[in-house]
């Protein structure tokens, strides 16, 4: 239950905590007053009923800018047998080829949307499995999908294939094209090949000659020989290449010489790369070895890189999924955890910025932020300073959408139990 019933409106917040961020300022947070008229914020006035919000902390709906909607919720009928990369990836693909149909694809992913939705997300970005002939089926869903919840949450896709299947599997110019077509972008996953330089300067010709942005799956492994951040970095300096990219995981990198990864990241910065850590998911499959506690968190340099200003985010990743076995697409569960695993506390960085505005920079949609005459979109929780926020999961949480208080209740896992068979 929500902790708070406001009013249909007009009506002014007062007394809200707000990252400065969503001000477009700089520092932590800061006591402001919001005002709320015909579903958009306005200046208060005071003709308006007042609510006395008591130090509460409020954000715009978050951006999740990583996340896999066509995998989630596939686990009871496609467990990982042992937790580790490898099993996630041997449990997927039967399942894929099994039952990703139109409409198993449909119904698991307007799931996952709405409980996104209840938790106070306004920003997807997912990753679609788009080896032919699957492109064929999950990009026309997602286009539905997108046109339904246009309202609601914005949606964007890539395409994701293995690095060595883009560059030399002709069917994937196929994919590009709906990709293209789809206002999508183009991704894929990278792992060890013969001559990985000429296969990413290859990939981002592909991205090129159709205009695209590109996100890729980069270093998710605990091997230090793994290097393609470098490389991706290197290659987008030598080519110019001028369209956004992002690079999730990076997780070798935290794994490999001191003198050697900072110059690496120093590259980044040059190239102007956008990095997306995914601290749930790596967590659960790095370093997992049976019978033995994992010896590291998984994470990538994520002070390192907001130091040299390279723009970071966090993500959901994957949800309920062979590659973790938990999750909901809950913004706020992923900074609590993401700043337990990476220790973003005691940190001079305005680390709020990685769940709205940072990603939203990386994907290209409107800044999120409290701006007169924008629909009142608001995500309210009763805790009034990080510690109280990140200490319980905020389920009493308000969710305001065009100034008006939705209903948060989350959809029954027993809705796809007829999917699960």
């Known amino acids: 239950m929500d902790f708070k019933v406001l009013p249909k409106g007009p009506f002014t917040l007062k007394n809200l905590a707000v990252p400065a961020c969503y001000l477009g300022e700089n520092g932590d947070l800061r006591l402001t007053e919001i005002g709320v008229e015909d579903g958009r914020f306005c200046k208060p006035h005071p003709q308006a009923e007042t609510i006395d919000m008591r130090g509460a902390m409020a954000f715009a709906p978050f951006i999740d800018m990583h996340t896999h909607l066509d995998k989630g919720h596939i686990w009871p009928r496609a467990a990982n047998p042992d937790g580790s990369f490898d099993g996630a990836i041997a449990a997927v693909q039967p399942d894929r080829q099994a039952h990703w149909s139109a409409q198993d694809l449909r119904r698991r992913m307007n799931f996952a949307l709405r409980c996104a939705y209840a938790h106070g997300t306004g920003g997807i970005r997912t990753h679609l499995d788009s080896a032919a002939p699957q492109d064929a089926i999950s990009w026309p869903v997602f286009r539905e999908l997108r046109e339904d919840w246009s309202d609601r949450i914005t949606l964007q896709a890539v395409c994701l294939v293995g690095l060595a299947e883009a560059v030399s599997d002709p069917a994937f110019a196929q994919t590009a094209d709906i990709v293209a077509q789809s206002g999508g972008v183009l991704g894929c996953a990278t792992y060890p090949m013969p001559d990985p330089r000429l296969a990413v300067r290859d990939f981002l010709n592909i991205a090129q000659s159709r205009g695209l942005a590109v996100d890729m799956h980069v270093d998710e492994t605990a091997d230090p020989n793994s290097s393609y951040l470098r490389l991706i970095a290197e290659t987008v300096l030598e080519m110019s290449f001028d369209a956004p990219v992002t690079v999730g995981h990076c997780c070798s990198l ?48 994520v002070h390192e890189m907001a130091q040299r200003g390279i723009n970071v985010s966090f993500a959901s990743d994957n949800t309920r999924d062979p590659f973790y076995a938990y999750g909901d697409l809950d913004m706020i569960e992923v900074m609590r955890e993401a700043t337990r695993i990476a220790q973003l506390d005691h940190s001079s960085y305005e680390w709020a910025r990685a769940f709205g505005p940072n990603p939203a920079q990386a994907c290209g949609f409107e800044s999120p932020g409290f701006i007169h005459g924008q629909a009142a979109d608001l995500v309210i929780c009763r805790a009034r300073n990080w510690t109280e926020l990140l200490a319980r999961p905020q389920s009493d949480r308000i969710v305001l959408r065009s100034g008006r208080q939705i209903d948060r209740t989350l959809p029954d896992y027993g809705e796809l139990d007829p999917i699960m068979l």
């Open 254 to 301: 935290a794994m490999q010489d001191e003198v050697e990864a900072m110059q690496t990241l120093d590259l980044v910065a040059k190239a102007g790369l956008n990095v997306v850590s995914l601290p749930m998911c790596n967590m659960y499959l790095q370093d997992r070895r049976a019978g033995r506690t994992p010896r590291w968190r998984g994470i990538t340099l």
